[in-house]
């Protein structure tokens, strides 16, 4: 059974810093591309940063210099260091896995609200 669980969301004031953590089972963790996605209210669900076994990133415009997605294929576990954060950071953040034939998988989801 696949499973990514989400940890690290909650309430943080404009300009802070929080870190996002999926732990991953059920899945040969280090062949899967990994990524965060988020959703905000009334919004579509939109690619924040993604990481290949391979070890190449990519980033949403909005985020990038502010966000950085790392893994460690020793701990089935994929992050997100979210800094200087804004407002319009505000959403549920999913963890994503996708193999190299396209099956996704995707966690819970993790509150992110940044607000003063």
């Known amino acids: 059974q696949v499973q990514l669980v989400e940890s690290g969301g909650g309430l943080v004031q404009p300009g802070g810093s929080l870190r996002l953590s999926c732990a991953a089972s059920?899945?040969?963790?280090?062949?899967?591309?990994m990524g965060w996605y988020r959703q905000a209210p009334g919004k579509q669900r939109e690619l924040v940063a993604s990481l290949t076994r391979g070890d190449d990133t990519n980033y949403a415009d909005s985020v990038k210099g502010r966000f950085t997605i790392s893994r460690d294929n020793a701990k089935n576990t994929v992050e997100l260091q979210m800094n200087n954060l804004k407002p319009e950071d505000t959403a549920v953040y999913y963890c994503?896995?996708?193999?190299?034939?396209?099956?996704?998988?995707w966690g819970q989801g993790t509150q992110v609200t940044v607000s003063s």
């Open positions: 059920g899945i040969v963790f280090s062949i899967y591309s």
């Open positions: 994503n896995g996708r193999s190299s034939v396209g099956v996704n998988y």
